[in-house]
């Protein structure tokens, strides 16, 4: 009986192996982009949602206390019956100290101190203390056992000390974007409310100024979402872009994808800093982008 003789396996040839490694990398860096821009795309939308759910929370905040956050405020240390910012807080509690003298210390925690916008929005949403104020009444309305539900639960690992930013120590609220180049401890959002009268008072908040709608010559006509709050995130690069800052004797305005700041129009055109900026009023889309 003849026996046949055993095939030789046939082995991958060097070329073949080289093939089949170049289509592995291949279809590597296809996944690699992908889960890349997945990532990028989920900064984008929770970076739009906490935009939105801060806008939400201002307006309840306004149903409820008749005003938003303000873009600016001190903390009062002593009662001031002249002082604005003792009137904003009894506007709210209009019992609180009533019948105590001027120069009665308030004994709210950071008495003393000025708030900008971000810090602002983190003190009257999150509460002094952040767990929220005390129900109308004669007492102390950031007193530690709080009975008002925060109106915006603030991420811890985003709510930093505002000192790292030039500010005093309290905190400030981060946007989601991680370790951008400008700013490698993570960017505050800008925020701005309008006072009372529906205006924005021209208060700056990490360079950026409110944003108007229209104007003549050095003349605020309109701000955008006039009457209620402007928030801002810096984008994934960190930059903010200027707002609507007063160029010599004009008043800039804001124009989506625009970008011609001799003609009165804030940059936010392709390559500018602003132009991966994100807000609550401009359809979800960069500033840069248009509507």
């Given at each position: 009986?003849?026996?046949?003789?055993?095939?030789?396996?046939?082995?991958?040839?060097?070329?073949?192996?080289?093939?089949?490694i170049?289509?592995?990398?291949?279809?590597?860096?296809?996944?690699?982009?992908?889960?890349?821009?997945?990532?990028?795309?989920?900064?984008?939308?929770?970076?739009?949602?906490?935009?939105?759910?801060?806008?939400?929370?201002?307006?309840?905040?306004?149903?409820?206390?008749?005003?938003v956050?303000?873009?600016?405020?001190?903390?009062p240390?002593?009662?001031?019956?002249?002082?604005?910012?003792?009137?904003?807080?009894?506007?709210?509690?209009?019992?609180?100290?009533?019948?105590?003298?001027?120069?009665?210390?308030?004994?709210?925690?950071?008495?003393?101190?000025?708030?900008?916008?971000?810090?602002?929005?983190?003190?009257?949403?999150?509460?002094?203390?952040?767990?929220?104020?005390?129900?109308?009444?004669?007492?102390?309305?950031?007193?530690?056992?709080?009975?008002?539900?925060?109106?915006?639960?603030?991420?811890?690992?985003?709510?930093?000390?505002?000192?790292?930013?030039?500010?005093?120590?309290?905190?400030?609220?981060?946007?989601?974007?991680?370790?951008?180049?400008?700013?490698p401890?993570?960017?505050?959002?800008?925020?701005?409310?309008?006072?009372?009268?529906?205006?924005?008072?021209?208060?700056a908040?990490?360079?950026?100024?409110?944003?108007?709608?229209?104007?003549?010559?050095?003349?605020?006509?309109?701000?955008?979402?006039?009457?209620?709050?402007?928030?801002?995130?810096?984008?994934e690069?960190?930059?903010?872009?200027?707002?609507?800052?007063?160029?010599?004797?004009?008043?800039?305005?804001?124009?989506?994808?625009?970008?011609?700041?001799?003609?009165?129009i804030?940059?936010?055109?392709?390559?500018?800093?602003?132009?991966d900026?994100?807000?609550?009023?401009?359809?979800?889309?960069?500033?840069?982008?248009?509507?």
């Open positions: 009986m003849t026996r046949r003789p055993a095939r030789r396996r046939a082995a991958f040839t060097i070329i073949e192996l080289m093939i089949v170049v289509i592995i990398a291949l279809l590597a860096a296809l996944l690699l982009a992908g889960i890349a821009k997945v990532r990028k795309f989920a900064v984008v939308a929770q970076a739009t949602n906490d935009i939105s759910q801060l806008e939400a929370a201002c307006t309840q905040f306004k149903n409820d206390w008749g005003f956050p303000p873009t600016t405020f001190t903390i240390a002593t009662k001031n019956s002249a002082d604005p910012n003792f009137i904003l807080l009894t506007k709210r509690y209009p019992r609180w100290m009533a019948a105590s003298p001027d120069g009665t210390p308030t004994g709210l925690p950071n008495g003393g101190a000025t708030l900008n916008g971000n810090q602002s929005m983190v003190y009257f949403l999150g509460g002094p203390n952040n767990n929220g104020w005390m129900t109308d009444g004669p007492f102390d309305p950031g007193a530690a056992d709080a009975k008002k539900p925060v109106y915006f639960e603030f991420k811890p690992d985003r709510l930093v000390p505002g000192t790292a930013y030039g500010l005093n120590a309290l905190p400030v609220y981060l946007d989601p974007y991680k370790n951008p180049p400008a700013t401890d993570g960017t505050p959002y800008a925020y701005f409310g309008s006072t009372i009268g529906g205006k924005y008072p021209p208060t908040c990490f360079g950026v100024m409110p944003f108007v709608e229209t104007a003549s010559g050095a003349t605020v006509i309109k701000y955008i979402n006039q009457g209620t709050v402007q928030i801002v995130s810096a984008g690069d960190g930059k903010f872009g200027p707002g609507c800052p007063l160029i010599g004797a004009v008043q800039c305005k804001y124009v989506a994808g625009g970008s011609a700041p001799a003609a009165g804030s940059p936010y055109g392709e390559g500018d800093d602003g132009a900026d994100l807000s609550n009023f401009n359809s979800g889309n960069k500033l840069g982008v248009g509507k």
